[in-house]
């Protein structure tokens, strides 16, 4: 991709989970600006929005998201960022089941039931019983 400067692109700050992504190898194909606009780009801002924040023209953001590797960028960083945040998921969901196994042994009869029933009715939902 041809780039407005020779200034070579690196990971922003706050980005550490998604900049290990492969999306994130190839930042040296890009400006900082354009990595900055894909951030954003994929965060959900519009072309407007981004060109706004980053002061640039609206027109570079779209000739930019019409250039074939600056769509393979964006791609990529929204798989990295979905793949992220499913991980972020399931991980919370087994430290949800922990949880709820604790409780099973827990003082309060009530709040053990709950638990007891907590497992019991997500096992019926899915058939395991």
């Known amino acids: 991709m041809s780039?407005?400067?020779n200034q070579q692109a690196s990971p922003p700050?706050?980005?550490?989970?998604?900049?290990?992504?492969?999306a994130f190898q190839r930042f040296d194909a890009f400006t900082d600006v354009q990595v900055?606009?894909?951030?954003?780009?994929v965060?959900?801002?519009s072309a407007a929005a981004t060109a706004r924040a980053l002061e640039i023209n609206r027109?570079?953001?779209f000739a930019w998201k019409a250039d074939p590797e600056f769509a393979r960028l964006l791609a990529d960083m929204r798989t990295a960022l979905v793949e992220r945040?499913?991980?972020?998921?399931i991980?919370?969901?087994?430290?949800a089941a922990h949880?709820?196994?604790?409780?099973?042994?827990?003082?309060?009869a009530a709040v053990a039931l709950r638990a007891a029933q907590s497992i019991l009715n997500l096992d019926h939902k899915q058939g395991c019983l």
Do not use: I
């Open 3 to 5: 780039s407005n400067s």
């Open 13 to 22: 700050a706050g980005t550490a989970a998604v900049a290990e992504s492969a």
């Open 36 to 41: 900055r606009a894909a951030l954003l780009l």
């Open 43 to 45: 965060q959900g801002k």
């Open 59 to 61: 027109s570079t953001v």
């Open 85 to 89: 945040a499913w991980s972020t998921l």
């Open 91 to 95: 991980a919370a969901r087994v430290h």
């Open 99 to 108: 949880t709820v196994v604790k409780l099973l042994d827990s003082k309060d």
